[in-house]
Nanobody, 132 residues
Framework: QVQVIESGGGSVQTGGSLTLSCEVSGDATSTPCLGWFRQAPGKEHEEREA?????????TKLYSLAVEGRFTISHNKNTLYLEMNNLSAGDTAMYYC????????????????????????WGRGTQVAVSS
């Protein structure tokens, strides 16, 4: 069983920065696909938005258009990070860390990226609030 626990959320002013962390415990090698998702206020859980993801066994990193150039996803051993810069009100949300296995189709295996259904372990979230 893999568990993930987020931390680092908080309140920040527009233009500020925050770095989120996610500790992955258990059999982390079984879930090499790690991602950050966010749920904006007033949105349903099913409407959570993919923010960034990576494959711990390689160099591939994916970002949503909304955060590309401002956010950086990285990992070190069993900790996943999300460095967030130049934050705006639109970044206000509950941020979730997720871990999952690769999806294999036709002999090719890959991470699910922005598809939340491919992630099997989720944290409880950490709140980020950006105010002007």
């Amino acid at each position: 069983q893999v568990q993930v626990i987020e931390s680092g959320g908080g309140s920040v002013q527009t233009g500020g920065s925050l770095t989120l962390s996610c500790e992955v415990s258990g059999d982390a090698t079984s879930t090499p696909c790690l991602g950050w998702f966010r749920q904006a206020p007033g949105k349903e859980h099913e409407e959570r938005e993919a923010v960034a993801s990576l494959y711990t066994g390689g160099t591939t990193k994916l970002y949503s258009l909304a955060v590309e150039g401002r956010f950086t996803i990285s990992h070190n051993k069993n900790t996943l990070y999300l460095e967030m810069n130049n934050l705006s009100a639109g970044d206000t949300a509950m941020y979730y860390c997720a871990a999952g296995s690769e999806v294999c189709r036709g002999g090719v295996c890959f991470c699910g990226g922005e598809d939340p259904k491919t992630y099997s372990s989720w944290g409880r979230g950490t709140q980020v609030a950006v105010s002007s």
